[in-house]
């Protein structure tokens, strides 16, 4: 194997930043989301490349890195542990990590369900803790909501670990309006991840009118709709039996073919404002807001780099406009999720 590139070595050059909601930190205004470059996608791009993906991000400037304990069964947190030991220290302090906990997973690597019970909730963190090679995380999260557990109990037990300095922030993830409050009312919730781009747009109608008004923060996955809208994806494009996207009814069919027109409409508007299609999807979700940190899935240098390009693309009105005639709400066929993993989402559909 490749030796990864040696890390930054100098303090990481200044990002536009953006606080995560009225009780959040500060972070980048772009965010790296890691679960890519270990799992549930096929065909990544290796440790080596990995790691010099994340080495890179951390010197432009990306202060954000978010992960997931069950991605590949710890694999992913251990991979960013590595990483971050072969940066300085001064990049190391402004790092900031966001983990997900609470998946379980059965022997063939599917999803059984999720563990929000406080003792559960304590013993996945000092795992994390472990892995990644640090003595806190900024913002710590249940992956989805375990409807045997009430909310309250799994993020008083996350707001405990933070009155112990295990924690710096509680955060929420795919969950509705009714429990964004419910868990509001039992501590200050920084920010609440969930999908959000121009092929899903679900939020708008109750979940960010509610985080808006109890100053909670969104951190936004699947921007690039898991590279559909990237403008990259080819209709013919075969996907390993292990890629999950196999599953994923926007790539299915039909479903595909239609979700790529819109694509190549929306690659119209980006070459005549002279971008590509994935800088105008990421800057379509930054500018819906302050409060919004899109999370990017790059899983190579090139992507990295495209990815960051997006906050340099300032979108008026006109454009705006123009890049929801070609991509309308509610334009995209298929749902988000396969009906299985669906039902962990907290009624949302």
Not at 72 to 87: F, S
Not at 98 to 115: E, I, N, Q, T, W
Not at 201 to 217: C, D, M, S, V, Y
Request: net charge negative; with cysteine.
């Amino acid at each position: 194997m490749t030796s990864p590139s040696p890390g930054p070595s100098h303090s990481p050059a200044p990002l536009p930043s953006r606080t995560l909601g009225a009780h959040g930190p500060a972070v980048s205004a772009l965010g790296l989301g890691c679960m890519g470059m270990s799992a549930l996608y096929a065909g990544g791009p290796g440790p080596a490349e990995s790691v010099a993906t994340l080495h890179a991000a951390l010197d432009a400037g990306v202060t954000l890195l978010d992960t997931g304990d069950f991605y590949d069964m710890g694999g992913n947190e251990m991979l960013i542990g590595e990483a971050l030991r072969g940066v300085s220290p001064s990049t190391r302090e402004q790092v900031l990590l966001s983990v997900k906990f609470g998946a379980l997973r059965d022997p063939d690597g599917g999803f059984a369900g999720f563990d929000g019970r406080p003792v559960a909730v304590r013993n996945a963190l000092l795992y994390s803790l472990r892995r990644l090679g640090v003595d806190h995380v900024d913002v710590y999260r249940l992956a989805r909501l375990d409807p045997a557990v009430p909310i309250e109990e799994t993020v008083g037990a996350v707001a405990e670990l933070v009155r112990a300095g295990l924690v710096r922030h509680v955060g929420l993830s795919e969950v509705g309006a009714a429990t964004v409050r419910r868990a509001a009312a039992v501590t200050p919730i920084a920010d609440l991840q969930i999908e959000y781009s121009l092929l899903s747009r679900g939020i708008e109608r109750e979940i960010l009118p509610t985080l808006r008004e109890l100053g909670i923060g969104v951190t936004a996955y699947g921007v690039l709709s898991r590279g559909l809208i990237s403008g990259h994806w080819r209709a013919d494009r075969r996907l390993d039996a292990a890629d999950f996207r196999r599953t994923s009814p926007r790539f299915a069919g039909d479903n595909l073919t239609h979700n790529l027109r819109l694509v190549e409409a929306l690659r119209a508007v980006a070459d005549e404002r002279g971008v590509s299609v994935a800088q105008l999807a990421i800057a379509w979700v930054l500018a819906q807001g302050e409060d919004i940190v899109p999370l990017v899935g790059a899983r190579t240098r090139e992507r990295l780099a495209e990815s960051l390009g997006a906050l340099s693309v300032a979108l008026g009105p006109e454009d705006l406009a123009a890049v929801e005639a070609a991509v309308p709400p509610g334009a995209a066929a298929g749902a988000r999720y396969a009906p299985g993993q669906t039902a962990f989402l907290d009624g949302q559909g």
